[in-house]
C-alpha cells in the first residue's frame, strides 16, 4: 500500500511501474538482461543506479554490478558491514589514525556480506592510507582462496610500503592491467616483482606499469630487467630501470606499443640490438624520466623505430654533472639523424631546472625535420625566443601543428615579440593551444601592430585557437593587448598567466588576469549586441558583463574531456603552484 499509495503520486515511468507488477508490468525489452546492463552502465555514477538496486528486483543484480565495478578503494567492502564493526572515515590521506579499521572479530555473516559485493569488483585503486593494515591482514587470513576473484585492473598506490607484503591479496590470474608505485623499493620489492609471473597469467596481462615515488639504488632496479622476458603480450610498458638484457626482452615484444623508462640506464652498448631482427615492431610512444646524460644511452636505439610519440625529461630538481649544456645538445643531435621523421607527430622535452642556456638553434632547430609533428612541448629553465625569422621557419615546417607550447620554469629575457604571435596566427592555421612568454610592452612593435591593426593587413584570423598560456609574460596597454588578441584569434576562450614573487610580476599578472576575465568577454558580447541590432561597439555592453567568465575548454591529454574549474584565465600564483 505504500508504495501504491506514493507511486500514484509521481508521473509514470518505468521504474515506478515495475514496482507495481514486476515484470508483468515491465516492457518485454527489459526481460533481456544484456539491455538491463547497458542500461545500468549508462547511468553508472549517478544515484539513479543505487536506487535502482534499492527498489527493482529485475535491476538488482545489473545495478549492483556496475555499482561495485570500480573502487577508489577497499574501505567501501568494510563499511557495506553493520556499524558496530568497523570505525574510521578512511577519507584522510595525511593521518592513518583515520583509516577504516575493524571495531571487532569478523563473524561468519560479516563474512558472507563482504562474498556478496567481491566478486562484483573489476577496476580497483588501493591507497594504503585509507585502511589500516589490520583490515589486510584480516582479509588475507579469510580469502586466502582469493581477495577479488574478478579484478581486471589493479592500480596500487602506497604511501607506506609496510602494506607491500599483502599485494598478493589483490593478485589473481584474470588481471589485464597492474600498476604498482611503491615509495622506496628494497629487496622485498624486487623479490615480488620477479614473482608476478607466478602470480598472475603474463598472456592476459596488457598493461604493466612498475613506479617509484623516490629515486632508489640501481642494485633495487636494475634486476627488475631479467624477468622481462615473459611479459611477451604487454602493449604498454613502464619500468624504472633497464639492462642490456632488458632492452633485449622489450625489443623483441611484439605488441608493445607504449613504453616509459626512468631513473637508472645500464652500460649499453650501441650494438645490442645487431642480433635482432625487426626491434620494437608494434612500439608507436617512447617515454624517458631521467637525465640527459642517461637518456642519451637510450635514444639511438630508436631511430630505426617508426614511433609518433617521443617525450623525455625530468622534472625534479636535483642539479649535478648530468645536467649539463653538452648532454641536452647530443640528445637533440641524436633526434636529427632519425631515420623515420615522417611518423613522429608529437614531441615532448621537459627540463625545467636544465641551467644550460639553450637557444632556439640549440632546441627547436632540429626538430624542424620533423614535418608530421603535431603537437611540440618544450619547457626548460632559461627563456626561448622565437623571432619573426623563426616563428615562419617553424610555420613552414610544421604545417599541421595544433598544439605548440614553448615555456620556461625561469625568469629572464629574450621574449618573444608580439609580431611573431601575429606571424604564428596567420601561417598555423590549425592552431588550437599556444603556450609561449611574450613581451607585450615593446613600443614600436604596438606601433606597427596598431598601424596594421587600423589598415586592416593583420591577415585572416586564426579560428581553432582558443587556450593561450602566456606565463609571466610582461604587458602594457592591456586594452591594445585585448584588442589584438581579438583580432587574431575570434574564438579564444581561456588565457592562463602566472604571477612571479616581485612586485612587477604581480602588476604584469593582473594585466593578463583583466584582459582574459574583462575585456575579451566585453568584446565577445560586443559583437553578439552588434550582431542582435543592439548597438554596436562598448556603449551595448553593460558592467554586469565584467566578472563573466568563459567556459573552460581544455584538458592535458587534449582528448576533449572538459578540465576543472569555469575561469577564463587559469593562472598561478606563484612558482610552487
Known amino acids: 500500500m ?45 544515484p539513479t543506479l ?45 593521518l592513518r589514525s583515520t583509516g577504516v579499521g575493524f571495531a571487532r ?9 563482504v562474498r556478496k559485493y567481491h566478486h562484483r569488483i573489476q577496476r580497483l585503486t588501493f591507497n594504503s592510507s585509507h585502511v589500516e593494515v589490520a583490515v589486510l591482514q584480516v582479509f588475507s587470513f579469510l580469502f586466502a582462496d582469493g581477495f577479488l576473484p574478478n579484478l581486471k585492473h589493479l592500480t596500487w598506490e602506497a ?13 589473481n590470474k584474470k588481471l589485464e592491467s597492474v600498476d604498482i608505485l611503491v615509495q622506496d623499493p628494497d629487496m622485498t620489492y624486487v623479490s615480488l616483482i620477479n614473482g608476478l609471473s607466478i602470480m598472475l597469467s603474463p598472456p592476459a596481462v596488457h598493461r604493466l606499469a612498475l613506479r617509484t615515488k623516490n629515486v632508489p639504488e640501481p642494485d633495487y632496479l636494475l634486476p627488475l630487467s631479467s624477468s622481462l622476458g615473459v611479459w611477451s603480450s604487454v602493449r604498454d610498458l613502464s619500468i624504472p630501470g633497464l639492462t642490456v638484457e ?6 623483441k615484444m611484439p605488441h608493445l606499443r607504449s613504453l616509459a623508462v626512468g631513473w637508472h640506464i645500464g652500460d649499453i652498448d650501441l650494438g645490442a640490438l645487431d642480433h635482432v631482427e625487426a ?40 642539479l649535478g654533472d648530468y645536467y649539463t649544456r653538452p648532454h641536452l645538445q647530443q640528445c637533440m643531435a641524436t633526434l636529427e639523424d632519425y631515420h623515420y621523421p615522417c611518423s613522429l607527430k608529437k614531441i615532448c622535452i621537459s627540463y625545467p631546472w636544465v641551467i644550460c642556456r639553450l637557444g632556439f638553434t640549440d632546441v627547436i632547430s632540429p626538430l624542424l625535420s620533423f614535418r608530421a609533428l603535431e603537437q611540440v612541448r618544450v619547457v626548460l629553465e632559461n627563456t626561448l625566443e622565437v623571432s619573426v625569422e623563426n616563428a615562419a621557419k617553424m610555420a613552414e615546417a610544421w604545417p599541421n601543428i595544433t ?10 629575457t629574450p621574449l618573444t615579440k608580439l609580431s611573431s604571435l601575429v606571424l604564428l596566427a596567420q601561417r598555423c592555421s590549425g592552431l588550437r593551444r599556444l603556450a609561449l612568454k611574450f613581451d607585450a610592452t615593446d613600443a614600436d612593435t604596438r606601433t606597427t601592430l596598431l598601424e596594421a591593426m587600423n589598415n586592416s593587413d593583420l591577415g585572416p584570423p586564426n579560428p581553432n585557437l582558443k ?6 609574460s610582461l604587458i602594457s596597454h592591456k586594452e591594445f593587448v585585448a584588442m589584438l588578441l581579438w583580432e587574431l584569434f575570434p574564438n579564444l576562450e581561456r588565457i592562463r598567466s602566472r604571477a612571479s614573487i616581485n612586485q612587477d610580476g604581480l602588476l604584469y599578472h593582473s594585466r593578463w588576469k583583466r584582459v582574459g576575465q574583462v575585456l575579451l568577454p566585453l568584446l565577445r558580447m560586443a559583437k553578439r549586441r552588434g550582431e542582435q541590432g543592439m548597438g554596436v561597439g562598448w556603449s551595448g555592453v553593460s558592467t554586469q558583463f565584467e566578472d563573466r567568465r568563459l567556459k573552460s575548454w581544455w584538458s592535458e591529454d587534449d582528448s576533449g574531456r572538459r578540465s576543472d574549474g569555469d575561469r577564463t584565465d587559469e593562472y598561478e600564483e606563484s612558482d610552487d603552484d
Open 246 to 251: 632488458g632492452l633485449v626482452h622489450i625489443a
Open 467 to 472: 587556450y593561450l598560456e602566456v606565463g609571466e
Open 105 to 113: 572479530p569478523l563473524t561468519p555473516s560479516d563474512v558472507a556480506t
Open 403 to 412: 598544439v605548440l607550447h614553448i615555456a620556461s620554469n625561469g625568469h629572464g
Open 50 to 94: 543505487m536506487w535502482l538496486a534499492c527498489t527493482c528486483r529485475a535491476f538488482k543484480e545489473p545495478a549492483l554490478d556496475n555499482l561495485w565495478y570500480h573502487l577508489k578503494n577497499i574501505t567501501p567492502l568494510v563499511q557495506c558491514l553493520s556499524p558496530d564493526a568497523w570505525n574510521g572515515r578512511g577519507i584522510n590521506r595525511t
Open 279 to 318: 626491434p620494437f615492431p608494434s612500439l608507436v610512444s617512447v617515454s624517458f624520466t631521467a637525465f640527459p646524460k642517461v637518456v642519451n644511452k637510450l635514444l639511438p636505439h630508436f631511430r630505426f623505430t617508426k614511433i609518433e610519440q617521443l617525450t623525455f625529461g625530468y622534472g625534479g630538481n636535483e
Open 159 to 171: 604511501e607506506d610500503d609496510d602494506v607491500l607484503p599483502y599485494l598478493p591479496l589483490f593478485l
Open 2 to 46: 505504500y508504495f501504491k499509495y506514493h507511486s500514484a503520486r509521481l508521473p509514470p515511468n518505468p521504474i515506478v511501474v515495475c514496482l507495481h507488477g514486476f515484470l508483468q508490468e515491465m516492457h518485454d525489452c527489459l526481460a533481456v538482461p544484456e539491455i538491463l546492463h547497458l542500461i545500468c552502465e549508462h547511468l553508472q555514477g549517478t
